[in-house]
């Protein structure tokens, strides 16, 4: 008798451990459907290259635009932001094979300017325009879109007209 008194309480004792067993897997199960419907794939943009505060550029590696975030000691406007396209990668970003499509002193000649009469901005150059690359005239719009001291930065992409000494591109918005 003395036998099945000590086997009677480690059965009470295994029936409570597999009782709470049974409700943490119930509980478990129950959670994992609280209403998280699945979704398609979501995608963004590429994540930028560098530091996380500064001045977004959209540079070309392996024919891709891409972004990289170039450290800035000081809040810079839209224009100045693009200007630093034509000044090229530096010496880091060039290490990791960035390049530029935009010719070296093609520079904003002023802020960009609601295009009148359409929606969407235009931002004159100093120079010619007419024979950039699809990828320059794209570096151009995504890092105005980008820039800091743009007032529509964050909100849906409008159109921008690229124009310059010997006339004006067509209107584009940034392919990313």
Known sequence: MTGSTATRPRRAGASRLAALLAGVVLVTLVAAGCGVRPSGVVTGRPAPDGPT?????????????????RPAQEFLSSEQVVGLLAQGPNERERSQGFTTEVPAGLVPAAPPVATPGAVGFTLTMTGPV???????????????????????????????TIAGSDGARAPRVCPL
Do not use: H
Request: with cysteine; net charge positive; proline share 8%.
């Open 130 to 160: 007419t024979t950039l690359s699809t990828i320059a005239a794209d570096q151009i719009t995504c890092t105005m879109w980008d820039a800091p001291g743009f007032a529509n930065r964050g909100r849906k992409p409008l159109p921008v």
């Open 53 to 69: 505060e500064g001045a977004r550029l959209y540079l070309v590696r392996q024919g891709e635009l891409a972004p990289v975030v």
